[in-house]
């Protein structure tokens, strides 16, 4: 059976990255036994390197790594690999156009527990700003699986963002990743939901409930930079208006994308996201998302208030 | 300590000659950097005619060592040893800073023999400690060498990197500390003090050595030293003085990044003949 989880899928990609390519060098700040480093650490510790509770210099490191020939993969909670880490990832990794791939691991509110210190709300936002960064948001297990591979096998500056639960998988396993082609994963004609990670599996729920009173599209955006601008136009331009549903905040994330997007095509348009706050503790993580505004059925009344006007 | 005299009184040469290609290049009513440049010129001459192993007309040979500017601020001092060592023409110094040119305010990847771009202070050693590790997983000879400030101390990733680099036994990475004792707002035991450096460094896992960073001759046996010692990285606290070799802008804080007047600049090349 397929892995529900991306962390799992991912720390098993990178080992077999790793025995496929000695080059690949896996960096963790002292949380690989959550990042899933730690599978590379236990199988293959000559390509592995444990930095410590230090993620800025982990960064810079990963750098001087890609330098001389390696292919570093630095691995942390989002909020910390890509949040403390930005200096770092801007002048030490970015400006250079380096091969470094960054995990933000335990995206979102994924880490509901730990409360709005470990919630990454901006990433998307503030990595997407990077000139030439790349930023890749798997829905499931399977397609971070395969995003992992597509980054392992492709040159320059990456941003993985994953989530820290399991859930069922939407993707088919083993299918190759879909580099900057958004993907319809429901058709529909009345509006398009544009979504990315978790959320792509909440706007399939939300299309099931408005099922005989609005036909749904919905579009699997995996790789937010760059965006496929024309397929993102063509998408939208056949129905009402869009929606976009992301974790995360409504400003400067896959909604600002894709209204970037559609600057030339007005069109109605909903945010369903994080709206400008931080997150906060939960016992469950439906609990947090219901709590942010991030559930089906947020998107379903999204959608019917584009649908009606 | 065994090094002739011809070897050492040709690099005090370059050294001179770099301070001039610097204040030739800075020119008159520009601000420059011509302290930190020229208090670090007798360090980089020794680093680029003596001790680096490099291919000017081949910047990216798999064979050479590689050197940092963390202090990035200083780039013009690099551009000028880079140019006198062949990797560019000299005659493109005094472009540094055309907008679009390959000689940017800082060093920036994709100038020939700059090895990766700095300038938000801290981060080179923690870039040179990824070659070095880089390499010593390749099995590889090559060194590193990291050029840090000694205001940049008050950046902690330096710190982090000092950690992680004795941690690792990253011995073939040499930190070169330009201790001019300024920073941009003052001096540093005014600003935030850093001292003791030497006991800082040692009790970070390092093996220090300390020199007058002016004295060539202190400076090639520390490099060698650096060399040879196995186990840890190297760190060479060089003492230095900001704006050395140009009487009027010795120890002055407010050389730091200053234009030069028409008299200053005629003065400085008089005492760099």
Redesign the interface.
């Known amino acids: 059976m397929a892995e529900t989880n991306q962390r799992s899928a991912y720390g098993a990609t990178l080992l077999e990255l790793c025995r496929e390519d000695r080059n690949i ?1 896996v960096l963790d700040a002292d949380l690989g036994g959550s990042t899933m480093g730690k599978m590379v650490e236990q199988a293959l510790p ?1 390509q592995h ?1 444990e ?2 509770i ?1 993620e ?2 982990m ?12 292919i ?1 993969f630095i691995n942390s909670f989002a909020v910390f690999a890509a949040g403390r880490a930005y ?2 990832i ?3 990794i970015a ?4 091969n470094v791939k960054i995990c933000g691991s335990s995206a979102g509110c994924s880490d509901f527990g730990d409360g709005a210190t470990h919630q990454a709300i901006d990433d998307i936002a503030y990595m997407r700003a990077i000139p030439h960064m790349t930023v890749i948001v798997p829905a499931d297990a399977n397609e971070a699986a395969a995003a992992t591979r597509f980054m392992a096998a492709n040159p320059g500056t990456m941003y993985l963002r994953l989530n820290r639960n399991s859930y069922e998988n939407i993707t088919e396993e083993g299918a190759p990743f879909r580099f900057n082609e958004p993907t319809v994963v429901r058709e529909g004609t009345d509006v398009t939901v544009f979504a990315c990670g978790v959320m792509v599996s909440k706007a399939l729920e939300a299309a099931e409930k408005l099922q005989g009173r609005i036909s749904v599209r919905v579009v699997n955006v995996s790789t937010v930079k760059p965006l496929n601008r024309e397929k993102i136009m063509a998408l939208a331009g056949d129905v009402r208006g869009v929606v976009t549903a992301e974790e995360h905040s409504i400003i400067g994330g896959l909604g600002g994308a894709v209204a970037e997007a559609l600057r030339r095509q007005p069109t109605p348009m909903e945010f369903v996201g994080v709206n400008d706050e931080f997150g906060s503790s939960a016992h469950s993580y439906d609990e947090i998302l219901n709590y942010m505004g991030l559930t089906a059925d947020h998107i379903a009344e999204a959608v019917e208030s584009i649908y009606n006007g | 300590m065994g090094y002739s005299k011809e070897l050492i009184s040709s690099l005090e040469e370059r050294a001179k000659t770099l301070r001039r290609d610097v204040i030739e290049c800075i020119g008159v009513g520009v601000a420059g950097h011509v302290g930190g440049s020229c208090s670090a010129a007798d360090l980089l001459a020794a680093l680029y005619f003596y001790k680096l192993k490099y291919d000017s007309k081949n910047p990216e040979w798999e064979g050479r060592d ?1 050197f940092l500017l963390s202090k990035g601020h200083v780039a013009i001092l690099q551009y000028s040893a880079l140019a006198e060592a062949g990797f560019f023409p000299v005659a493109d110094l005094p472009r540094c800073k055309e907008v679009g040119f390959y000689l940017q305010g800082h060093p ?2 994709g100038t020939p023999g700059i ?6 202070l801290g ?1 080179g050693l ?10 010593k ?2 099995g ?1 000879p090559n060194r590193v060498y990291v050029m840090v400030g000694d205001g940049e101390q008050d950046e ?2 330096i710190w ?2 000092a ?2 680099a004795s ?2 036994n990253a011995d073939n990475l040499c930190a070169i500390i330009d201790n001019n004792g300024l920073q941009a707002q003052g001096k540093l035991t005014d600003r935030l003090p850093v001292e003791p450096l030497a006991g800082r460094w040692s009790a970070f896992g390092w093996n220090v050595i300390e020199i007058d960073g002016h004295n060539m001759e202190e400076i090639v046996a520390a490099l060698d030293a650096a060399e040879t010692y196995k186990g840890k990285p190297t760190a060479i606290i060089a003492h230095t003085v900001k704006g050395k070799g140009i009487s009027f802008a010795e120890n002055q804080v407010g050389f730091h990044n200053r234009a030069l007047t028409e008299d200053e600049y005629r003065q400085a090349l008089a005492e760099l003949a």
């Not at chain 2, 990824?130 to 390499?135: D, Q, R, S, V």
Request: charged share 20%; proline share 2%; glycine share 18%.
């Open positions: 060098v000559e390197i930095m410590g230090a800025a210099n960064a810079s490191v990963a750098g001087g790594l890609s330098r001389v020939g390696k570093p200096d770092q801007r002048q030490s400006i250079g156009k380096l | 590689y920036h990847l090895e990766v771009g700095t300038g938000s981060q923690s870039l040179g400690l990824g070659m070095a590790l880089g390499l997983m390749d590889k902690g990733q982090e990197a950690m992680a941690a690792k």
